[in-house]
Protein backbone atom coordinates (compact mmCIF):
# COMPACT_ATOMS: atom_id res chain seq x y z
CA UNK A 1 0.00 0.00 0.00
CA UNK A 2 1.51 3.45 -0.91
CA UNK A 3 2.72 5.18 1.90
CA UNK A 4 2.16 9.36 2.65
CA UNK A 5 5.23 11.23 2.10
CA UNK A 6 6.35 14.53 3.39
CA UNK A 7 8.61 16.13 1.00
CA UNK A 8 10.28 19.24 1.83
CA UNK A 9 10.44 21.80 -1.42
CA UNK A 10 13.52 21.19 -2.63
CA UNK A 11 13.28 17.48 -3.03
CA UNK A 12 9.61 18.46 -5.02
CA UNK A 13 9.73 17.15 -8.26
CA UNK A 14 7.59 20.24 -9.71
CA UNK A 15 7.30 18.34 -13.05
CA UNK A 16 4.62 15.64 -11.32
CA UNK A 17 3.52 18.19 -8.75
CA UNK A 18 1.58 20.38 -11.77
CA UNK A 19 0.80 17.13 -13.82
CA UNK A 20 -1.50 15.93 -10.80
CA UNK A 21 -2.93 19.24 -10.03
CA UNK A 22 -3.33 19.66 -14.01
CA UNK A 23 -5.07 16.28 -13.85
CA UNK A 24 -6.80 16.47 -10.61
CA UNK A 25 -10.85 17.07 -11.02
CA UNK A 26 -10.49 19.49 -8.12
CA UNK A 27 -7.56 21.39 -9.35
CA UNK A 28 -7.05 24.50 -9.26
CA UNK A 29 -4.79 27.66 -9.91
CA UNK A 30 -3.21 27.91 -6.37
CA UNK A 31 -1.95 24.75 -6.23
CA UNK A 32 0.65 25.13 -9.34
CA UNK A 33 4.09 24.87 -7.99
CA UNK A 34 4.98 28.51 -9.75
CA UNK A 35 1.24 30.08 -7.26
CA UNK A 36 3.10 28.41 -4.23
CA UNK A 37 6.42 29.45 -5.16
CA UNK A 38 5.51 33.26 -5.71
CA UNK A 39 2.92 33.61 -3.17
CA UNK A 40 3.76 31.13 -0.01
CA UNK A 41 6.66 32.24 2.54
CA UNK A 42 7.68 28.23 2.32
CA UNK A 43 5.95 25.44 1.30
CA UNK A 44 6.63 21.63 1.40
CA UNK A 45 4.36 18.69 0.42
CA UNK A 46 2.75 15.70 1.51
CA UNK A 47 2.48 13.20 -1.74
CA UNK A 48 0.71 9.49 -1.71
CA UNK A 49 2.40 7.64 -4.65
CA UNK A 50 4.02 8.16 -7.89
CA UNK A 51 2.30 12.33 -6.98
CA UNK A 52 -1.49 10.57 -7.61
CA UNK A 53 -2.63 12.98 -4.82
CA UNK A 54 -0.73 15.62 -3.22
CA UNK A 55 -1.31 18.37 -0.41
CA UNK A 56 0.77 21.39 -0.21
CA UNK A 57 1.77 22.61 3.16
CA UNK A 58 2.09 26.04 3.37
CA UNK A 59 4.08 27.15 6.35
CA UNK A 60 6.28 29.95 8.12
CA UNK A 61 8.31 29.94 11.53
CA UNK A 62 7.84 32.46 14.08
CA UNK A 63 9.42 32.54 17.87
CA UNK A 64 11.01 29.01 16.72
CA UNK A 65 7.63 27.41 15.89
CA UNK A 66 6.46 26.23 12.72
CA UNK A 67 2.44 26.86 11.69
CA UNK A 68 0.48 26.82 8.17
CA UNK A 69 -1.23 29.18 7.22
CA UNK A 70 -3.05 30.46 4.47
CA UNK A 71 -1.07 32.50 1.98
CA UNK A 72 -2.32 35.71 0.15
CA UNK A 73 -4.48 35.28 -2.98
CA UNK A 74 -4.89 31.85 -2.37
CA UNK A 75 -9.13 31.44 -1.62
CA UNK A 76 -8.12 27.60 -0.74
CA UNK A 77 -5.66 24.80 -1.55
CA UNK A 78 -5.71 21.40 1.11
CA UNK A 79 -6.13 17.81 -0.85
CA UNK A 80 -6.06 17.50 -5.14
CA UNK A 81 -5.78 13.82 -6.48
CA UNK A 82 -5.81 12.22 -10.05
CA UNK A 83 -8.84 9.97 -8.19
CA UNK A 84 -11.79 10.07 -6.04
CA UNK A 85 -11.45 12.11 -2.96
CA UNK A 86 -12.93 10.56 -0.01
CA UNK A 87 -12.99 10.67 4.18
CA UNK A 88 -10.47 8.22 4.44
CA UNK A 89 -8.10 10.46 2.09
CA UNK A 90 -8.88 13.91 3.56
CA UNK A 91 -8.32 11.92 7.31
CA UNK A 92 -5.40 9.94 6.32
CA UNK A 93 -3.65 13.33 4.94
CA UNK A 94 -4.60 15.43 7.49
CA UNK A 95 -3.25 12.44 9.92
CA UNK A 96 0.17 13.00 8.39
CA UNK A 97 0.99 16.16 9.01
CA UNK A 98 4.12 16.51 10.83
CA UNK A 99 3.83 17.09 14.33
CA UNK A 100 6.16 19.97 14.19
CA UNK A 101 3.36 22.21 12.60
CA UNK A 102 2.19 23.38 15.77
CA UNK A 103 -0.90 25.84 14.59
CA UNK A 104 -2.73 25.18 11.47
CA UNK A 105 -5.21 28.02 10.10
CA UNK A 106 -5.67 27.02 6.85
CA UNK A 107 -8.67 26.19 4.32
CA UNK A 108 -9.34 23.28 2.38
CA UNK A 109 -10.95 23.20 -1.08
CA UNK A 110 -14.65 22.56 -1.96
CA UNK A 111 -14.02 18.24 -2.53
CA UNK A 112 -12.27 17.84 1.13
CA UNK A 113 -15.27 18.61 2.77
CA UNK A 114 -16.10 15.93 4.89
CA UNK A 115 -16.65 14.99 9.09
CA UNK A 116 -13.84 14.07 10.63
CA UNK A 117 -13.56 13.80 14.59
CA UNK A 118 -10.06 14.65 15.42
CA UNK A 119 -10.11 17.52 12.94
CA UNK A 120 -13.31 19.63 12.96
CA UNK A 121 -13.60 21.67 9.56
CA UNK A 122 -15.46 24.83 9.65
CA UNK A 123 -17.54 25.88 6.55
CA UNK A 124 -16.56 28.98 4.65
CA UNK A 125 -18.89 30.27 1.93
CA UNK A 126 -17.78 30.68 -2.03
CA UNK A 127 -19.85 31.69 -4.84
CA UNK A 128 -19.59 30.72 -8.55
CA UNK A 129 -21.80 31.64 -11.83
CA UNK A 130 -21.58 28.96 -14.62
CA UNK A 131 -20.85 30.79 -18.05
CA UNK A 132 -22.18 27.86 -20.18
CA UNK A 133 -25.58 29.68 -21.26
CA UNK A 134 -25.90 32.32 -23.53
CA UNK A 135 -25.59 35.79 -22.14
CA UNK A 136 -29.28 36.35 -22.53
CA UNK A 137 -30.29 33.68 -20.65
CA UNK A 138 -27.51 34.00 -17.80
CA UNK A 139 -28.54 38.34 -17.79
CA UNK A 140 -32.19 36.97 -17.26
CA UNK A 141 -31.58 35.94 -13.65
CA UNK A 142 -30.04 38.80 -12.77
CA UNK A 143 -31.41 40.61 -9.52
CA UNK A 144 -34.14 43.36 -10.49
CA UNK A 145 -31.71 46.31 -8.71
CA UNK A 146 -28.49 44.66 -10.23
CA UNK A 147 -30.40 45.29 -13.96
CA UNK A 148 -31.17 48.67 -12.45
CA UNK A 149 -27.45 49.45 -11.85
CA UNK A 150 -26.01 48.02 -15.10
CA UNK A 151 -28.87 50.03 -17.01
CA UNK A 152 -27.59 53.58 -14.75
CA UNK A 153 -24.28 52.44 -15.85
CA UNK A 154 -24.95 52.45 -19.66
CA UNK A 155 -26.35 55.64 -19.34
CA UNK A 156 -23.90 57.29 -17.97
CA UNK A 157 -21.71 56.38 -21.19
CA UNK A 158 -18.87 54.19 -19.39
CA UNK A 159 -16.31 52.43 -21.61
CA UNK A 160 -15.04 49.02 -20.88
CA UNK A 161 -11.39 48.44 -22.03
CA UNK A 162 -9.50 45.35 -22.11
CA UNK A 163 -5.60 44.98 -21.08
CA UNK A 164 -6.02 47.70 -18.40
CA UNK A 165 -2.79 48.19 -17.16
CA UNK A 166 -1.60 46.20 -14.30
CA UNK A 167 -0.04 49.30 -12.55
CA UNK A 168 -3.25 50.66 -12.42
CA UNK A 169 -5.15 48.21 -11.30
CA UNK A 170 -2.69 48.06 -8.32
CA UNK A 171 -3.51 51.66 -7.34
CA UNK A 172 -7.02 51.67 -7.48
CA UNK A 173 -6.97 47.99 -5.74
CA UNK A 174 -4.41 49.73 -2.64
CA UNK A 175 -6.93 52.37 -2.82
CA UNK A 176 -10.31 50.47 -2.62
CA UNK A 177 -8.76 47.85 0.34
CA UNK A 178 -7.17 50.78 2.37
CA UNK A 179 -11.20 51.01 3.26
CA UNK A 180 -11.24 47.46 4.08
CA UNK A 181 -8.47 45.52 4.83
CA UNK A 182 -5.16 47.35 3.73
CA UNK A 183 -3.33 45.42 1.20
CA UNK A 184 0.68 46.07 2.00
CA UNK A 185 3.23 47.09 -0.48
CA UNK A 186 5.31 43.38 -0.31
CA UNK A 187 1.31 42.29 -1.42
CA UNK A 188 1.41 44.49 -4.45
CA UNK A 189 4.68 43.28 -5.62
CA UNK A 190 4.36 39.54 -5.06
CA UNK A 191 0.73 39.88 -6.95
CA UNK A 192 2.77 41.83 -10.03
CA UNK A 193 5.24 38.67 -9.75
CA UNK A 194 2.13 36.23 -9.73
CA UNK A 195 0.35 38.18 -12.67
CA UNK A 196 3.25 38.14 -14.46
CA UNK A 197 3.61 34.29 -14.24
CA UNK A 198 0.00 33.94 -15.25
CA UNK A 199 0.02 36.40 -18.17
CA UNK A 200 2.95 34.02 -19.82
CA UNK A 201 0.98 31.37 -19.64
CA UNK A 202 -2.21 32.72 -20.98
CA UNK A 203 -3.70 32.05 -17.65
CA UNK A 204 -4.56 36.20 -16.91
CA UNK A 205 -7.16 38.69 -18.43
CA UNK A 206 -7.30 42.45 -16.97
CA UNK A 207 -10.76 44.77 -17.62
CA UNK A 208 -10.74 47.96 -16.78
CA UNK A 209 -14.27 50.50 -16.68
CA UNK A 210 -13.26 54.02 -17.52
CA UNK A 211 -15.66 57.11 -16.86
CA UNK A 212 -14.29 59.41 -19.94
CA UNK A 213 -10.47 59.48 -18.90
CA UNK A 214 -10.60 58.29 -15.38
CA UNK A 215 -10.41 54.25 -14.36
CA UNK A 216 -12.88 53.76 -11.83
CA UNK A 217 -14.03 50.19 -12.08
CA UNK A 218 -11.12 47.55 -12.37
CA UNK A 219 -10.63 43.45 -12.29
CA UNK A 220 -7.66 41.32 -12.80
CA UNK A 221 -8.74 37.48 -13.52
CA UNK A 222 -7.18 34.43 -13.66
CA UNK A 223 -7.72 31.31 -15.39
CA UNK A 224 -7.33 27.46 -14.92
CA UNK A 225 -9.44 23.82 -14.86
CA UNK A 226 -12.08 25.58 -16.73
CA UNK A 227 -12.43 28.29 -13.93
CA UNK A 228 -11.89 31.99 -13.89
CA UNK A 229 -11.26 33.80 -10.65
CA UNK A 230 -12.34 37.47 -9.99
CA UNK A 231 -8.58 37.67 -8.05
CA UNK A 232 -8.21 41.29 -7.47
CA UNK A 233 -10.39 44.06 -7.38
CA UNK A 234 -10.05 47.64 -7.32
CA UNK A 235 -13.08 50.40 -7.65
CA UNK A 236 -12.84 54.03 -6.86
CA UNK A 237 -15.36 56.07 -4.95
CA UNK A 238 -16.41 57.75 -8.36
CA UNK A 239 -17.83 54.35 -9.98
CA UNK A 240 -19.74 53.48 -7.00
CA UNK A 241 -23.09 55.93 -7.77
CA UNK A 242 -23.03 54.53 -11.41
CA UNK A 243 -22.60 51.08 -11.03
CA UNK A 244 -19.09 50.51 -12.44
CA UNK A 245 -18.31 47.38 -10.45
CA UNK A 246 -21.92 45.88 -11.50
CA UNK A 247 -20.98 46.86 -15.18
CA UNK A 248 -17.52 45.55 -15.08
CA UNK A 249 -18.70 42.14 -14.23
CA UNK A 250 -21.58 41.82 -16.65
CA UNK A 251 -19.27 43.02 -19.22
CA UNK A 252 -16.94 40.26 -18.29
CA UNK A 253 -19.88 37.77 -18.11
CA UNK A 254 -21.07 39.02 -21.87
CA UNK A 255 -17.73 38.36 -23.02
CA UNK A 256 -17.37 34.97 -21.85
CA UNK A 257 -20.80 34.07 -22.07
CA UNK A 258 -21.38 30.47 -23.88
CA UNK A 259 -18.08 29.17 -22.10
CA UNK A 260 -17.44 25.89 -20.29
CA UNK A 261 -16.39 27.28 -17.40
CA UNK A 262 -17.77 29.09 -14.25
CA UNK A 263 -16.68 32.47 -13.12
CA UNK A 264 -15.27 32.26 -9.37
CA UNK A 265 -16.17 35.00 -7.03
CA UNK A 266 -13.78 34.06 -4.08
CA UNK A 267 -16.17 34.58 -0.78
CA UNK A 268 -17.94 35.52 0.57
CA UNK A 269 -18.62 35.45 4.30
CA UNK A 270 -18.99 38.80 3.88
CA UNK A 271 -23.27 39.49 4.23
CA UNK A 272 -23.17 42.33 1.61
CA UNK A 273 -20.00 40.41 -0.76
CA UNK A 274 -22.63 37.35 -0.90
CA UNK A 275 -25.73 39.59 -1.90
CA UNK A 276 -23.99 41.52 -4.77
CA UNK A 277 -22.23 37.87 -6.24
CA UNK A 278 -25.17 36.12 -6.04
CA UNK A 279 -27.08 38.66 -7.92
CA UNK A 280 -25.45 37.62 -11.11
CA UNK A 281 -27.46 34.26 -10.08
CA UNK A 282 -24.16 32.70 -9.01
CA UNK A 283 -24.83 29.55 -6.54
CA UNK A 284 -23.50 28.82 -3.26
CA UNK A 285 -19.93 26.47 -2.92
CA UNK A 286 -19.20 25.31 0.30
CA UNK A 287 -15.65 24.95 1.27
CA UNK A 288 -13.96 23.63 4.77
CA UNK A 289 -11.21 26.00 6.61
CA UNK A 290 -9.38 24.00 9.62
CA UNK A 291 -7.88 25.58 12.84
CA UNK A 292 -5.81 23.69 15.27
CA UNK A 293 -3.80 24.89 17.95
CA UNK A 294 -1.37 22.39 19.27
CA UNK A 295 0.65 25.33 21.17
CA UNK A 296 1.81 24.54 24.52
CA UNK A 297 -0.11 25.63 27.39
CA UNK A 298 2.11 28.97 27.88
CA UNK A 299 1.81 29.77 24.22
CA UNK A 300 -2.08 29.25 23.12
CA UNK A 301 -3.19 32.63 24.35
CA UNK A 302 -1.02 33.99 21.43
CA UNK A 303 -3.75 32.50 19.15
CA UNK A 304 -6.33 32.13 20.54
Not at 39 to 68: F, Q, R
Not at 75 to 91: D, M, Q, R, Y
Not at 157 to 164: A, D, F, P
Not at 233 to 243: D, L, Q, R
Request: aromatic share 14%.
Amino acid sequence: MAVIQYIPNKAIDKTKWDNCIEQSSNGLIYAYSWYLDTMSKHWDALVLGDYETVMPLTWNKKYGIYYLYQPWFCASLGIFSKKKINTATVESFLKAVPDKFRYWDIYLNQYNLFSIDEFPLTKRMNYVLSLSQTYETIAALYRTNLKRNIKKAEATGLQIKQNTPLKSILELAKETMQRIAPINDEEINLFSKLYKKAKQQQEAETLGIYLKDELVASAVFFYSHKRWYYILVGNHPNGKTIGASHYLIDRFIHAHAGEDAVLDFEGSDIRNLAFFYSSYGATEEIYPAIRMNKLPKLLKWLKD
